[in-house]
């Protein structure tokens, strides 16, 4: 059973910046996609950002040049690094990691920017 643990969220005003970690029990070098997806309140959980094995890194319009997925796999953990940060961020964030068929989805972390 794969376990996605988020940390790192918080409450920090709008220019600022946040470091969010997803930390995996055992290897994510097996995860097909890497990634994270938010909700807001009263919407649709989104799409934020993802890892591609074979493809890189790729970004949600609404925070192109502003956010920047990792992975450090000696640590079995992916970062979203998130500056600039717009009230519109705000939301609960999840980590998503897949390995076909299943996806796993951490519990969530909030991120909250004050304008």
């Known amino acids: 059973q794969v376990q996605l643990v988020e940390s790192g969220g918080g409450l920090v005003q709008a220019g600022g910046s946040l470091r969010l970690s997803c930390a995996a029990s055992?290897?994510?070098?097996?995860?097909?996609?890497l990634g994270w997806q938010r909700q807001a309140p009263g919407k649709q959980r989104e799409w934020v950002a993802s890892?591609?094995?074979?493809?890189?890194?790729a970004y949600a319009d609404s925070v192109k040049g502003r956010f920047t997925i990792s992975r450090d796999n000696a640590k079995n953990t992916v970062y979203l690094q998130m500056d600039s940060l717009k009230p519109e961020d705000t939301a609960v964030y999840y980590c998503?990691?897949?390995?076909?068929?299943?996806?796993?989805w951490g519990q969530g972390t909030q991120v909250t920017v004050s304008s």
């Open positions: 998503r990691a897949v390995v076909a068929p299943y996806t796993y």
């Open positions: 055992g290897s994510i070098s097996r995860f097909n996609v």
């Open positions: 890892l591609i094995s074979g493809s890189g890194a």
